[in-house]
């Protein structure tokens, strides 16, 4: 009894301490909406947001309008405010916005789809310092797909995408522009196998000193897709190529990242028809074999984001959402090997969360960029682009105006306590906070069933200010209070 006390006593501890090592990057972490439109607002899987080494987030995401969709940049200061968005899409139907960041002066650079009639054509957009320059890397008579981005360290912007050269031949495409003369060289590999359904093939790429240029992207045909790689250290080499192994029958997605003399990847795919969705990480140093792949979504079925971040100490963090069957559930998790193995524990639960992105800032907290869908009405027209992370001022100068009648909020103005009221009984509130006319939020509380709102005077005065209601994990309202 003792054994089995003292085996259960250890288990507990060492459960509770890697579950402490896997929430201490969240603390304090709340969902903030970045867009708040009457347009549909799609996010990427894959790099759509960076973190610099200031704490400043860079965000890119598509807004589909009546007249074509469009790239749309904003940037969160590391003090948590909010700038003007930027539409950074020349005219057409813009889509897959992907973004990294210019080393030393971190400056995002973008590259996207633009759709003209019949041509699809990749561009990357960058600020000069005094506005956006728009470079057409591609013009042929061929459609191309999902494009990927990497900054080298020398400024040099590595960019990759499919070509659909002839109708059903895919080909993996690669693109070196040097800023900000806007030359570049454009190269088709060769050896690049996509099968009959390439334009799934989801490149993704990366540089380092190190490494050279490295692409992964889904090759082979279906119930036979596996990531293949293709790697060349200098500008003029030529490439070589590789196909990776995991227990998944089936891989799709990938996500690598070059750091410590190692390069790391992290490859998520299913056991076929979207059973058994897993993700798995492996390494490999420098001129070594790879390492044997180590699941990473632990209890439940995932697709896992594109989006793996390798810390300092060599250790590998991503995110993921639940898979059941072929269904996104739109519940987010986290996943880390900090502890020597992988644990997960999750981060948005509320159903309505999917592709998220993952990256973290120099003090290790964690930030998720995902799209959110209104599971409520099932208006698409309020799916939203969000933030999950570290509190700070947000853009609370933006009243929620589309959702301010779903909250009765009375009296208003207000002495020492108010109430708030749904308009619609199925709608659960349960939490409030508020920012002063500069954006701060100066108060939080959680709500409780019908209790009123009590304000502490002492730490408020006399004026205006902005409320944001949330309710399961959401913004659902937003509006003026005036405080007596």
Same mark, same amino acid.
């Given at each position: 009894?003792?054994?089995?006390?003292?085996?259960?006593?250890?288990?507990?501890?060492? #459960?509770?301490?890697?579950?402490?090592?896997?929430?201490?990057?969240?603390?304090?972490?709340?969902?903030?909406?970045?867009?708040?439109?009457?347009?549909?607002?799609?996010?990427?899987?894959?790099? !759509?947001?960076?973190?610099?080494?200031?704490?400043?987030?860079?965000?890119?995401?598509?807004?589909?309008?009546?007249?074509?969709s469009v790239v749309n940049y904003n940037r969160r200061s590391s003090l948590g405010d909010w700038g003007d968005?930027?539409?950074?899409?020349?005219?057409?139907?813009?889509?897959?916005?992907?973004?990294?960041?210019?080393?030393? +002066?971190?400056?995002?650079?973008?590259?996207?789809?633009?759709?003209?009639?019949?041509?699809?054509?990749?561009?990357?957009? *960058?600020?000069?310092?005094?506005?956006?320059?728009?470079?057409?890397? /591609?013009? /042929?008579?061929?459609?191309?797909?999902?494009?990927?981005?990497?900054?080298?360290?020398?400024?040099?912007?590595?960019?990759?995408?499919?070509?659909?050269? /002839?109708?059903?031949?895919?080909?993996?495409?690669?693109?070196?522009?040097?800023?900000?003369?806007?030359? #570049?060289?454009?190269?088709?590999?060769?050896?690049?196998?996509?099968?009959? #359904?390439?334009?799934? !093939?989801?490149?993704?790429?990366?540089?380092?000193? $190190?490494?050279?240029?490295?692409?992964?992207?889904?090759?082979?045909?279906?119930?036979?897709?596996?990531?293949?790689?293709?790697?060349?250290?200098?500008?003029?080499?030529?490439? $070589?190529?590789?196909?990776? %192994?995991?227990?998944?029958?089936?891989? *799709?997605?990938?996500?690598?990242?070059?750091?410590?003399?190692?390069?790391?990847?992290?490859? %998520?795919?299913?056991?076929?028809?979207?059973?058994?969705?897993?993700?798995? *990480?492996?390494?490999?140093?420098?001129?070594?074999?790879?390492?044997?792949?180590?699941?990473?979504?632990?209890?439940?079925?995932?697709?896992?984001?594109?989006?793996? *971040?390798?810390?300092?100490?060599?250790?590998?963090?991503?995110?993921?959402?639940?898979?059941?069957?072929?269904?996104?559930?739109?519940?987010?998790?986290? %996943?880390?090997?900090?502890?020597?193995?992988?644990?997960?524990?999750?981060?948005?639960?509320?159903?309505?969360?999917?592709?998220?992105?993952?990256?973290?800032d120099k003090e290790g907290q964690g930030f998720v960029f995902a799209e959110q869908e209104d599971i409520e %009405?099932?208006?698409?027209?309020?799916?939203?682009?969000?933030?999950?992370?570290?509190?700070?001022?947000?853009?609370?100068?933006?009243? +929620?105006?589309?959702?301010?009648?779903?909250?009765?909020?009375?009296?208003?103005?207000?002495? /020492?306590?108010?109430?708030?009221?749904?308009?619609?009984?199925?709608?659960?509130?349960?939490?409030?906070?508020?920012?002063?006319?500069?954006?701060?939020?100066?108060? $939080?509380?959680?709500?409780?069933?019908? $209790?009123?709102?009590?304000?502490?005077?002492?730490?408020?005065?006399?004026?205006?200010?902005?409320?944001?209601?949330?309710?399961?994990?959401?913004?659902?309202?937003?509006?003026?209070?005036?405080?007596?």
């Amino acid at each position: 009894m003792s054994y089995f006390f003292n085996r259960f006593f250890l288990f507990s501890v060492c #459960f509770i301490m890697l579950n402490a090592q896997l929430k201490a990057q969240w603390d304090n972490a709340i969902l903030d909406t970045v867009t708040q439109n009457l347009v549909p607002d799609r996010v990427n899987i894959k790099q !759509a947001f960076d973190v610099d080494d200031a704490g400043n987030i860079h965000c890119v995401w598509i807004s589909e309008l009546d007249l074509g969709s469009v790239v749309n940049y904003n940037r969160r200061s590391s003090l948590g405010d909010w700038g003007d968005i930027i539409t950074l899409s020349l005219s057409g139907n813009a889509s897959s916005p992907v973004t990294d960041l210019l080393s030393g +002066v971190s400056r995002p650079v973008v590259s996207y789809v633009l759709e003209n009639g019949d041509n699809r054509e990749v561009f990357v957009a *960058y600020f000069n310092g005094m506005e956006w320059d728009n470079v057409q890397i /591609t013009e /042929t008579n061929y459609p191309e797909y999902s494009p990927t981005i990497s900054v080298g360290s020398n400024g040099n912007v590595h960019v990759a995408w499919i070509g659909e050269t /002839t109708p059903a031949n895919f080909k993996i495409f690669y693109a070196n522009l040097i800023i900000p003369s806007n030359d #570049f060289l454009v190269e088709e590999l060769t050896q690049s196998n996509l099968g009959g #359904f390439g334009s799934g !093939a989801d490149p993704f790429i990366t540089s380092s000193d $190190e490494e050279g240029v490295i692409i992964g992207y889904r090759g082979g045909d279906f119930s036979n897709y596996a990531i293949h790689l293709a790697q060349k250290e200098e500008v003029f080499s030529n490439w $070589e190529y590789e196909v990776l %192994s995991t227990p998944n029958q089936d891989d *799709y997605t990938n996500s690598i990242v070059v750091k410590n003399n190692r390069i790391h990847i992290l490859i %998520s795919g299913n056991d076929g028809f979207g059973i058994g969705g897993a993700g798995y *990480y492996l390494w490999r140093e420098n001129g070594g074999n790879w390492s044997t792949p180590e699941k990473v979504n632990i209890g439940s079925n995932a697709s896992v984001g594109s989006s793996l *971040y390798i810390d300092d100490n060599g250790n590998a963090h991503c995110v993921w959402e639940e898979l059941s069957g072929n269904f996104l559930l739109g519940n987010i998790h986290y %996943s880390n090997n900090v502890n020597g193995s992988w644990g997960s524990i999750p981060l948005i639960t509320t159903g309505n969360v999917h592709y998220p992105n993952l990256d973290f800032d120099k003090e290790g907290q964690g930030f998720v960029f995902a799209e959110q869908e209104d599971i409520e %009405s099932f208006d698409i027209n309020k799916t939203e682009a969000v933030l999950f992370g570290g509190k700070g001022i947000v853009n609370a100068l933006i009243e +929620v105006e589309k959702d301010t009648d779903l909250i009765n909020v009375f009296p208003n103005p207000v002495s /020492t306590e108010f109430s708030l009221k749904p308009k619609d009984k199925q709608l659960i509130i349960d939490r409030i906070q508020l920012y002063n006319e500069s954006g701060i939020q100066v108060f $939080e509380q959680n709500i409780i069933g019908d $209790e009123p709102i009590k304000l502490n005077r002492n730490q408020l005065i006399s004026g205006v200010y902005f409320y944001r209601v949330f309710g399961q994990g959401r913004l659902v309202s937003g509006g003026k209070i005036l405080l007596k």
